[in-house]
């Protein structure tokens, strides 16, 4: 059964392998009724990212996403994952918000729930976000969670970001 996290705004649904197949092979997907705002579904490398990683026998958990949905509207606003398994006390996020649903809160409420679920797992010490430098939006809503920015570093696909983290309280 797929992990679920709820708040009173935003509920985390993570994709059952059904739809995440689904999306893989480019086909329509069944959320239940669950109204699919434009760009509030995760890009093709973070499905094949989770596939793949799930073949490896990493947990769900730690590499399907999440679709965060909105409560009240039954709609999926955008999603969020932890790329890969913690590895040495760290694990990596990722999210996305669709345009129209931007500057409401809604990546900071996922990321609070992602922060919760990676501190509550007692396999992690710190969580990182690796986050373009022009991305000024991103950065505030990492910033206003208590991530601190470090070095900028370069990506395997040649992309230059900062390295934002978070530590989990001891």
């Known amino acids: ?3 679920v996290v709820q708040t009173e705004a935003i509920e985390l649904a993570q994709i059952d392998l059904v739809n995440l197949h689904r999306l893989a092979a480019s086909e329509p997907v069944d959320f239940g009724g669950v109204h699919l705002f434009e760009g509030a579904l995760p890009p093709p490398h973070v499905v094949s990212r989770a596939l793949a990683q799930l073949q490896l026998g990493t947990p769900a958990l730690w590499c399907v996403p999440f679709l965060i949905i909105s409560r009240a509207r039954r709609a999926a606003l955008g999603g969020c994952t932890f790329k890969t398994m913690p590895v040495d006390g760290t694990v990596e996020i990722g999210y996305g918000v669709a345009a129209s649903e931007r500057g409401r809160g809604v990546a900071t409420a996922a990321i609070r729930e992602l922060l919760q679920m990676a501190a509550l797992s007692g396999l992690v010490q710190e969580v990182v976000a690796h986050i373009v430098p022009d991305n ?9 969670l208590g991530f601190t920015p470090g070095e900028r570093i370069l990506e395997p696909d040649g992309e230059t970001v900062v390295r934002w983290s978070w530590r989990v309280a001891s």
């Open 1 to 3: 059964m797929p992990y």
């Open 136 to 144: 000024v939006a991103s950065s505030r809503v990492v910033s206003r």
